[in-house]
């Protein structure tokens, strides 16, 4: 007897709606600094994620330990690890995206500037690498001063010819996810359900919270308003005060950091509506990198959702902001331009 063949109508519709579709497509997930204290926790919550294919770890130390750990984790990513510069080409091949938490981070005292003559450097040739093996990449720099680092970034891909501000962006995750906890926490809300657009850059005063477009709304005192968007701000140094010299924010950060490629992953396999905020080239303002809610799509940003109506406190904040933020793009930008 013969057996019925389902239609192939019916093929493409049972794809459509399988729960497997999306494993099928390919994700692959390069870390740089992988095995450090962002680098390990991130990539713990990316081997975690059914959507990531691959993911390859790079460090030019301990990396080789952090990949044969995750990588008996009975997940989908297969995970290889990178150790040292003659490694780094191959563990960017092909990569989807490319996430950069290498460098040094703050001890207690130190601002996010005070690391720019290390960080700089490591941001510059690595970016580089990343321009020569998969230029089509999205980038996110993690690394600190993102203020800076970004467009350092930026000017390396410009370098080399393959710069697309779609695709590259300084990761200021971490601003909205502190600031949508502290205002859940503050008017007891149910914080997944909460959301605070943060706008500007990603250090103290460059960090400008826009509480006034909170969803749900929320309204405060004036004075309880300064107090929260000051701690939206200092957040980092309240990580690494009380780490006292152990480090900074990084089992935050790589939560904040696998929620951003999350969402970038999703978007790149179609799906729609997938909003960020994320530090990128912008028309915005005066500054030529400024962080905003950001649509993302298959090649990357796809639309930049812009500042929205500021409230005056905001509109302040923003003012104060300024000159700092021109001033460690314009530094990234001149260290790009100084070096060979
Ligand atoms: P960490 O010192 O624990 O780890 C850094 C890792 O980078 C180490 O494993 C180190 O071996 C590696 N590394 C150094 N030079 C490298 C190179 N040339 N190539 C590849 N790997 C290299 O530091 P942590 O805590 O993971 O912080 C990393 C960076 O992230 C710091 O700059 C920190 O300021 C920044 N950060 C950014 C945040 C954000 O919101 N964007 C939040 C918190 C930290």
Redesign the pocket.
Known sequence: SRVARPSRLLCVVREQFSPKRNLTKEARVAV????????QPLSLLLKQMPIVSHLNL??????MGVASDLSHIESRAKVQGFLGPDN?RPCLDGADIVLI??????KPGMT?DD?FNT?AA?VR??TAAVAESCPKAMLGI???P?NSTAPIASEVLKKHGVYDPRRAF??????VVRSNTFIAEAKGLDVSKTNVPVIGG?SGITIIPLISQCTPPVSFPPEERVKLSMRIQNA?TEVVDAKAGA????LS?AF?AAEFCKSLIEALNGQEGKVQCAYVRSEETEAKYFATPVLLGKEGIEKNLGMGKLLDVEVNLLKAAMPELIANIQKGEQFVGDSK
């Open positions: 740089l600094g992988a095995a450090g204290g962002i680098g790079y460090d030019i130390a301990h990396v780094l938490p290498a460098g040094v981070p703050r996010r690391l960080n490591i040739d690595l993690i690394t600190n993102v300084g990761v200021t995750t971490l601003d990603h980092g480090g900074s924010a990084t950060m904040a």
